[in-house]
């Protein structure tokens, strides 16, 4: 990673790139892009010209041939320091089916992603602080999925062949195995035992396509602290997220059980984006309640303190260029641009040491049932099928709220579709009008032209200048219709089972979300363009 990290260093600065035949996004800046309409795309007498759309405030923009290494030194390297600080923080890989995401996150074992690097950077910082200050440290490694399981959500450890996880209150995992890690090596192993359980399936748009959201954390205790705790709670995590791509139902070829886990993706992903929204309007209006769409999916709860900017988060969007990929890569860019603003400004410092004291008192709790115990009767026994019915009713429960969400979201874009379809009905009502006179005052003209012979350069000079009006008026309807059309088309995509549906793509970019508090300008979201 060392050398990487010297040789993306001396790469040159950025250029405004030209855009190459079949692309429908460019890089224009350290921390902007530029999509461009594809001719075919556009409707038939605005051929020829170009409709292109500028994203900028990214905090970095890496362009497809960008190398893993080059991605970890921008994305990963300022987080695994801050952990390695004593913060905790998460990266979250987002983006349609196909995009790279799990290669981003994993890669190869000749072409190592975000977690290999991420493991190699903790053990090489680990040995070179021993026989320092610094007491030793533990690392403990833990992975599982969230997958859809008929109707509802199941956790799946996959690090061990535990039945039953269940996500708690406290967004912990009970039973999640923790394994202690000594060495990059082990870990990395642990981690690739780990992706073969994932549940992975073959779709239209990608032949190892992930059914599930893939969640790996990585946490570092002192050794001095819960020494003899065999699995200690407390320490800074990090936590790296590979969410399973968003798909569109034609371009997968999903069908059945496939296709009920491509809706549950589809609407994890839209849950987790909504938390977002819902940060960003809550900061930009701080009267505004930060409305609980966490609730509605486990994986939104697992992240809440993220989600809720208590802790310091980024995200790597992941897209194809390519102009048969412009719907997905639009729809994202749109979706996830604004995610740029977000601030971490009352960023939970001692929220590890939170963490720490709501372990101490769930501790202290049991401490105290295990007393209340000697004097209670025995527990009644919860039969399994007893569980079952609680854990079903609790899924029901979730896609109950799910749902209301979507409806919600739906409803209110709809309004607006409708809102703009109006105001369009109501333009071209009114170019309807210009041009009825403007063919009026044409027929006028003809008419004194035919009777004023002599002045025949005149009137034609006349009649000339009224058509061309009249042209520019049915360009404006052209236009206008145009705008109709595209209206519909985000009406469409505003539509849950639409928006939520994607395509497959050829080519790769990885763009990055750095969301961090405005202390600095070194820590300032946005500021840190960099370019590669
Ligand atoms: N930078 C890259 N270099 C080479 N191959 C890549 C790169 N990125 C992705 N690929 C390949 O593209 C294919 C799709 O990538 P990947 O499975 O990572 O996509 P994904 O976004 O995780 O998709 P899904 O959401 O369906 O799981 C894989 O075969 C992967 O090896």
């Not at 890669?107 to 090489?124: E, S």
């Not at 602080?129 to 440290?137: A, C, F, I, T, V």
């Not at 929220?351 to 401490?367: A, G, P, Y």
């Not at 009825?436 to 027929?443: I, P, Y």
Request: aromatic share 4%.
């Amino acid at each position: 990673p060392a050398a990487g990290r010297a040789r993306a260093k001396e790469q040159p600065p950025p250029k405004k790139q030209q855009q190459p035949p079949g692309v429908c996004l460019v890089a224009t800046g350290p921390g902007s892009v530029a999509l461009t309409v594809p001719q075919a795309k556009l409707v038939d007498h605005r051929r020829g010209r170009t409709a292109t759309e500028v994203f900028d405030g990214f905090s970095a923009v890496l362009p497809p041939d960008s190398s893993q290494n080059d991605i970890f030194t921008q994305v990963m390297n300022p987080l695994v320091d801050e952990f390695l600080g004593g913060k905790s923080g998460l990266l979250v890989a987002m983006g349609p089916t196909g995009s790279g995401k799990t290669h981003t996150v994993f890669g190869t074992a000749r072409n190592p992603g975000l977690v290999p690097l991420t493991l190699q950077k903790i053990f090489t910082a680990a040995d070179e602080s021993e026989g320092g200050n610094q007491s030793p440290r533990l690392f403990y490694l833990s992975m599982f999925e969230i997958l859809c399981e008929g109707k509802g959500e199941r956790i799946l450890d996959l690090l061990s062949d535990a039945a039953e996880l269940v996500l708690q209150q406290s967004a912990t995992i009970k039973g999640l195995k923790e394994v202690a890690i000594s060495s990059a090596m082990d870990a990395e192993s642990l981690v690739s035992r780990g992706m073969l359980k994932r549940s992975t399936a073959a779709t239209d748009a990608n032949s190892e396509s992930s059914r599930s959201q893939c969640i790996i954390t990585i946490r570092a205790v002192h050794k001095t602290v819960d020494q003899k705790s065999e699995h200690p709670t407390s320490g800074s995590v990090l936590t790296i997220a590979d969410l399973a791509g968003a798909e569109r139902k034609k371009n997968t070829g999903n069908k059945g059980s496939r296709l009920l886990e491509s809706n549950f993706i589809n609407n994890t992903s839209m849950v987790f984006g909504l938390c977002l929204r819902a940060l960003l309007d809550h900061q930009k209006n701080q009267k505004k309640t930060l409305e609980k769409h966490f609730k509605n999916s486990m994986l939104t709860r697992y992240l809440k303190d993220y989600l809720e900017g208590r802790k310091k988060m980024t995200l790597i969007l992941n897209v194809k260029p390519g102009e048969d990929d412009y719907a997905d890569t639009s729809y994202l860019l749109r979706q996830a641009s604004p995610y740029m603003k977000i601030r971490y400004t009352s960023l939970d410092e001692s929220s590890d040491l939170v963490s720490q004291k709501r372990t101490n008192v769930s501790l202290v709790c049991q401490e105290n049932k295990k007393r209340r115990k000697v004097n209670k009767p025995e527990p009644e026994v919860v039969t399994a099928e007893e569980k079952e019915l609680q854990r079903v009713s609790r899924s029901e429960q979730i896609m109950k709220n799910l749902f209301n969400a979507l409806w919600t979201v739906s409803k209110q874009k709809i309004s607006e579709s409708e809102v703009a379809a109006k105001s369009m009905r109501e333009l071209l009502k009114d170019k309807d009008i210009e041009i009825l006179e403007l063919k009026k005052e044409l027929d006028d003209l003809k008419s004194r032209c035919s009777h004023v012979k002599q002045n025949d350069a005149a009137s034609i000079a006349i009649s000339s200048v009224s058509q061309t009006d009249l042209a520019s008026a049915l360009d404006n309807v052209h236009l206008s219709t145009e705008l109709v059309q595209k209206i519909s088309e985000e009406s469409t995509y505003s539509d849950p089972e639409m928006s939520s549906a994607y395509r497959d793509m050829t080519g790769l970019y990885v763009f990055t979300v750095n969301m961090s508090p405005p202390i600095s300008a070194h820590s300032c979201f946005g500021s840190e363009s960099i370019f590669l």
